[in-house]
């Protein structure tokens, strides 16, 4: 008979960061190219999008007025692999809440197996490195099917560890640090007896500006947060073509990387607009509006040089419930039968922390994700002023497949 119940956990841990101008990549931006996607892998794409723009709205909603910084592509590739391990209902509403609902497994694993290797290949100046690890308890039985999906389509490492030596969890904690140059040095620092298995993700993006700032422009101004207090920052400022467009309320601003591959989309809403209102209501389409918008102008930019720590703690929980993944968090519901059949499954560690820095050369990212299984105890021809001396949203995104890779908002200086 079985006992009830393994509890999955699944902690994210995402990590933006800068480095100095030595550290990037030196190499002549190659042209760039397309990634071409079959119509049915560009479908779950959009779906994919959609789970991301969706989670971040309701991120915002579930952080208050924080600053946020999280890995939409990095939570999307975690939960997708588990998903491989799911059955019945559980699999069915872990699919839908990712947007998958309308495509079997097989066209979900396909498609991120094809569009990981080509995000990595797509810039020459841009590093992207994704990693992926299944940790299994020693003498834990896991079916032979969901360890040759995570190994077939996601390029999982497998090891089986002691979970109750201390080493375990320096192992885990070294891996994250060796896949994101040191920036996540810590996802675990102890593990339940009862755990059974740990899946992690770990992306790492490393990436300069195709217009880079220039040091001696830099001046000291006045952030006005969301709560209208004053704080100090450091500006920095250029006058360059970019792609942008003033919406109703909001302005956008699109500021490339090496040969354009990727970018960092800026959401600034208008003085007197609340950028948690803006965040509440943003969808898919609103989204993709605003991009398909999007023209080059002249933009006199002020953008603001900003470091953010952040830990999801337990807000993954009821956000997920809410887009629909509730059962795999319910131990008398949840069924994860595909990845053991003597045992029972359920997620009950979910979790991300995060880490963004951005300077005069570029940006430097990174995100972890660890799933663990435990037994149950304006107008053309002028120059368009872009000042982000407010709260904004950012996004990072690959161009041509529209894949966001990771979001945040700036309510106030750190």
């Known amino acids: 008979m079985k006992t009830r119940k393994i509890f999955v956990g699944l902690a994210l841990v995402c990590g933006l960061a800068v480095s100095s101008c030595s550290k990037y990549q030196t190499d002549m931006p190659k042209e760039r190219e397309d990634i071409i996607l079959t119509k049915t892998q560009q479908a779950v794409l959009d779906k994919g999008n959609g789970f991301a723009i969706d989670l971040f709205r309701e991120m915002c909603a579930e952080n208050g007025y924080e600053n946020l910084f999280i890995s939409p592509l990095s939570a999307t590739l975690a939960l997708s692999a588990v998903t491989n391990g799911a059955a019945g209902q559980t699999m069915e509403d872990m699919k839908a809440a990712l947007g998958f609902g309308s495509f079997n497994l097989e066209d979900m694993n396909v498609f ?5 290797p080509a995000l990595k290949d797509v810039d020459n100046t841009v590093k992207l490195q994704i990693a ?6 020693q003498g834990f039985a896991v079916e032979t ?6 190994t077939n389509y996601y ?3 497998v090891r089986e560890l002691d979970f109750s030596s201390p080493a375990a969890v320096e192992a885990i904690n070294q891996w994250c640090a060796d896949n994101t140059n040191n920036l996540i040095k810590e996802i675990i620092n102890e593990i339940d007896p009862n755990a059974r298995m740990f899946y992690t993700n770990a992306l790492y993006y490393k990436g300069q500006w195709t217009n880079k700032f220039k040091k001696e ?11 209208k207090t004053l704080a100090e920052a450091t500006y920095m400022r250029q006058t360059s073509g970019l792609n942008c467009y003033k919406a109703q309320d909001v302005a956008i601003a699109e500021f490339p990387y090496g040969n354009e591959a990727f970018s960092m989309v800026v959401v600034l809403p208008d003085e007197g607009v609340s950028v948690f209102e803006v965040a509440s209501r943003l969808t898919l389409d609103e989204w993709n ?3 398909s918008a999007l023209s ?12 953010v720590e952040y830990d ?3 807000k993954l929980f009821p956000v997920l419930s809410r887009m629909g993944m509730g059962v795999a968090f319910d131990p008398d519901r949840a069924d994860f039968s595909n990845i053991s059949k003597l045992e029972d499954l359920y997620i009950a560690l979910i979790k991300q922390k995060a880490y963004v820095e951005v300077d005069e050369q570029g940006t430097e990212a990174a995100a972890v994700t660890i799933i663990g299984f435990n037994i149950t105890s304006a107008g053309p021809g002028n120059t368009f002023a872009f000042h982000m001396n407010r709260p904004f949203l950012y996004f990072i995104r690959e161009k041509s497949t529209g894949a966001i890779l990771f979001s945040g908002l700036m309510s106030k200086m750190p």
Not at 132 to 137: D, E, R, S, T, V
């Open 296 to 307: 080059k102008r002249e933009v006199e930019v002020q953008f603001p040089k900003f470091k």
């Open 145 to 150: 099917p969901f360890i040759n999906a995570l």
């Open 155 to 157: 390029d999982a490492s």
């Open 132 to 137: 992926n690890a299944a940790w299994i308890k």
């Open 217 to 227: 422009d830099n001046y000291k101004g006045p952030f006005t947060c969301y709560d």
């Open 289 to 291: 509006g605003w991009l």
């Open 312 to 314: 999801t703690e337990d």
């Open 112 to 116: 991120y197996k094809t569009l990981i």
